[in-house]
């Protein structure tokens, strides 16, 4: 899908018979076309693969080096109309040496030649037997085709704009890799044809190899090795077969099947180049001069996209991996709010509990900032104050837990003092309009503020960082606190985390505890500012009005994180809720999105204190910079 920067690769590990370079070319060729037909752009095969790494003295035979061209050639020109560009390996003889090499053919040309920079010279790999590294060739061409380390592949297509680097096997496990230098120079796509052996371990070393590499150089790996044909004599090969994208595995293959395999997916080269542009040390490295070659990729116009879109990007998948980053989550909240009780020489924090999702994770907080302390959780000042809205389920959780928790509470009404207010300022109490719900919310953090300075302490936040993405808060009310340990949670995860919490209670023998937390997380999310029905339910329901959570933060995540334009967003969104939403909601709910993120950042510019936990966060001392005037035209359209 070209237009949104996404580029169709694929890692082979083609059935290949040792020094049989025609039918390994036949096998090459077959495979060519069927990714091609599964609109895949660019295709790694692995080191040798013409030939067969396996080879040994055999890449001394002229009939070998000469088949190795021959077979080339016939694949160059049997997928010169496919659309796809084919990195294959074969060995190459010019001017008296040998060289290992990784040939680029598109359109039925031979675009560059790329060899080997490293050679090992040990245990069962004696390379510098026979070839001679590439390192100190002075920029020569074979019948006008770079060849060297200084090549470099140019995309300029319509639609996507982006640089390919080539190095080859061990050159990756070098202090320095050539890709590094590659990828300072602009190359956002590292190709590696390999042929790694099978060892115990080797798998799982070479699988972070590949992931740390390409999060190192921001940039999509795709790497092709050789698969068990290769396997003769001493050595097994298993085929290992990945891509990855900035530190993740998109797509991996570690089966030892005999036959042709591959695995392919997209790579997003776009927002690759957008991590570039925010990562300084890009702009600070010297770059080496390359010869770059211009490419033309087919174009890929289909729907979808091969790769996972997580709904909910904030939240891992994995239900280990999310424990693990709850954990985490949690630690760094309690940590930075016992650095700043520290700092203030303090004992006590008082919070505003409704018994909703984000004062629960503060409370929660909170407990566990005073008790690695050691200090009396009767420090913890839980203040409930029931409005027109209150829910008594709501009004019950917060009772009931800040008691299992044993935690100070206590319970001010606040309908009356609003009341009072309405009369003084000659609002009528029956137009339940932006007054009525504001006016709540600023006597709350009146009271709060005033049982602070009682206290000779803090405020300590509850509103997450969804809220305050959307404006979802009143000005001066439940926007301001003295340190907030919510600010960098998005709602989603503030779910979890309180969920998270309720299993640790029942893993530690506190039933009663996990129960209520359960229950505060199967409530409806809502401000309960305007009165509940006759049968006591929540009837203002925040996502009814501004739209779902679990959709804000995906556009948060998206547009925060990677800067993708609207289209951009809108698609992604399209397919991770597929069935879940349709597209004229995702659509309605993204302009919802945009509106709101713009006119709502005179907010976002006076936030309190509070604890970074990701990277996506919207401080304005740091992470996120905006204009409060800023317009939402361009991308409302």
Same mark, same amino acid.
């Given at each position: 899908m070209n237009k949104y920067g996404f580029v169709r690769v694929a890692a082979v590990a083609p059935e290949l018979k040792v020094a049989d370079t025609l039918f390994n070319a036949a096998k090459i060729i077959e495979v060519a076309k069927e990714l091609a037909d599964k609109k895949c752009q660019i295709a790694v095969f692995p080191e040798m693969c013409i030939t067969g790494y396996s080879c040994a003295d055999l890449f001394f035979q002229e009939r070998l080096l000469h088949g190795a061209i021959g077979a080339m050639n016939e694949i160059r020109v049997k997928t010169a109309d496919s659309g796809l560009v084919v990195v294959v390996g074969l060995p190459l003889e010019m001017g008296g040496k040998l060289y290992n090499t990784a040939f680029v053919l598109a359109g039925g040309y031979v675009v560059g030649i790329v060899p080997k920079t490293y050679l090992p010279n040990r245990n069962e790999f004696y390379e510098e037997r026979w070839f001679t590294s590439g390192k100190t060739l002075l920029k020569p061409k074979l019948n006008d085709v770079p060849f060297g380390t200084d090549v470099m592949f140019q995309v300029c297509n319509e639609d996507v704009n982006f640089r390919m680097g080539c190095e080859i096997c061990e050159d990756l496990w070098a202090p320095i890799p050539p890709s590094s230098a590659l990828a300072v120079a602009g190359a956002t796509l590292l190709v590696n044809p390999s042929a790694s052996d099978a060892l115990i371990g080797k798998t799982e070393y070479r699988a972070e190899l590949v992931k740390q590499q390409s999060a190192r150089t921001l940039s999509a790996y795709v790497y092709?090795?050789?698969?068990?044909?290769?396997?003769?004599?001493?050595? @097994?090969?298993?085929?290992?077969?990945? $891509?990855?994208e900035n530190g993740t595995m998109l797509k991996e293959q570690r089966e030892y099947e005999f036959g042709t395999t591959y695995i392919m997916a997209d790579v997003d080269v776009a927002k690759l180049t957008g991590e570039r542009l925010r990562n300084s040390s890009f702009a600070k490295t010297d770059a080496q001069e390359y010869r770059t070659r211009n490419l033309k990729i087919t174009e890929n116009n289909e729907?979808?996209?091969?790769?996972?879109?997580?709904?909910?990007?904030?939240?891992?998948?994995?239900?280990?991996?999310?424990?693990?980053?709850?954990?985490?989550?949690?630690?760094? !909240?309690?940590?930075?709010?016992?650095?700043?009780?520290?700092?203030?020489?303090?004992?006590?924090?008082?919070?505003?509990?409704?018994?909703?999702?984000?004062?629960?994770?503060?409370?929660?907080?909170?407990?566990?900032?005073?008790?690695?302390?050691?200090?009396?959780?009767?420090?913890?000042?839980?203040?409930?104050?029931?409005?027109?809205?209150?829910?008594?389920?709501?009004?019950?959780?917060?009772?009931?837990?800040?008691?299992?928790?044993?935690?100070?509470?206590?319970?001010?009404?606040?309908?009356?003092? @609003?009341?009072?207010?309405?009369?003084?300022?000659?609002?009528?109490?029956?137009?339940?309009?932006?007054?009525?719900?504001?006016?709540?919310?600023?006597?709350?953090?009146?009271?709060?503020?005033?049982?602070?300075?009682?206290?000779?302490?803090? @405020?300590?936040?509850?509103?997450?960082?969804?809220?305050?993405?959307?404006?979802?808060?009143?000005?001066?009310?439940?926007?301001?606190?003295?340190?907030?340990?919510?600010?960098?949670?998005?709602?989603?995860?503030?779910?979890?985390?309180?969920?998270?919490?309720?299993?640790?209670?029942?893993?530690?023998?506190?039933?009663?505890?996990?129960?209520?937390?359960?229950?505060?997380?199967?409530?409806?999310?809502?401000?309960?500012?305007?009165?509940?029905?006759?049968?006591?339910? $929540?009837? !203002?329901?925040?996502?009814?009005?501004?739209?779902?959570?679990?959709?804000?933060?995906?556009?948060?995540?998206?547009?925060?994180?990677?800067?993708?334009?609207?289209?951009?967003?809108?698609?992604?969104?399209?397919?991770?809720?597929?069935?879940?939403?349709?597209?004229?909601?995702? !659509?309605k709910w993204l302009s919802v999105f945009y509106k709101r993120f713009f006119s709502q950042q005179f907010k976002r510019s006076c936030l309190p204190d509070g604890p970074k936990v990701g990277s996506v966060a919207l401080s304005p001392r740091g992470d996120w910079r905006m204009p409060s005037d800023a317009e939402s035209t361009l991308w409302v359209k």
């Open positions: 092709a090795s050789a698969g068990p044909c290769e396997s003769t004599t001493d050595l @097994v090969y298993s085929g290992h077969l990945m $891509i990855a729907k979808r996209v091969l790769r996972n879109i997580q709904k909910n990007p904030f939240v891992p998948g994995n239900p280990a991996e999310r424990d693990a980053r709850c954990a985490e989550i949690f630690k760094i !909240q309690a940590t930075g709010l016992a650095k700043r009780l520290r700092h203030m020489h303090q004992r006590k924090v008082v919070l505003g509990l409704s018994g909703g999702l984000d004062s629960t994770l503060t409370l929660l907080v909170c407990v566990e900032a005073l008790a690695r302390e050691g200090f009396d959780l009767k420090g913890v000042k839980a203040i409930s104050m029931p409005g027109f809205g209150t829910s008594g389920r709501t009004k019950g959780n917060s009772e009931k837990l800040a008691e299992a928790l044993g935690v100070d509470f206590r319970t001010i009404p606040i309908s009356a003092a @609003v009341l009072q207010h309405f009369k003084d300022i000659g609002h009528d109490p029956e137009v339940r309009d932006l007054v009525y719900e504001n006016c709540q919310a600023r006597e709350r953090t009146k009271i709060l503020m005033d049982l602070a300075n009682t206290y000779e302490t803090m @405020v300590v936040g509850t509103g997450d960082m969804s809220e305050l993405a959307l404006g979802w808060c009143s000005y001066n009310a439940d926007h301001m606190s003295m340190y907030n340990v919510n600010v960098g949670i998005p709602k989603t995860l503030v779910r979890y985390l309180v969920e998270w919490s309720a299993t640790m209670a029942r893993l530690k023998g506190a039933p009663t505890v996990a129960d209520i937390l359960m229950d505060i997380c199967n409530t409806p999310v809502s401000p309960e500012l305007l009165p509940p029905d006759a049968q006591g339910n $929540i009837t !203002q329901k925040t996502e009814e009005m501004v739209g779902p959570y679990e959709l804000h933060d995906f556009f948060l995540f998206q547009v925060v994180r990677y800067g993708f334009p609207p289209e951009k967003v809108r698609f992604l969104a399209e397919q991770a809720f597929e069935g879940i939403y349709k597209p004229d909601e995702i !659509q």
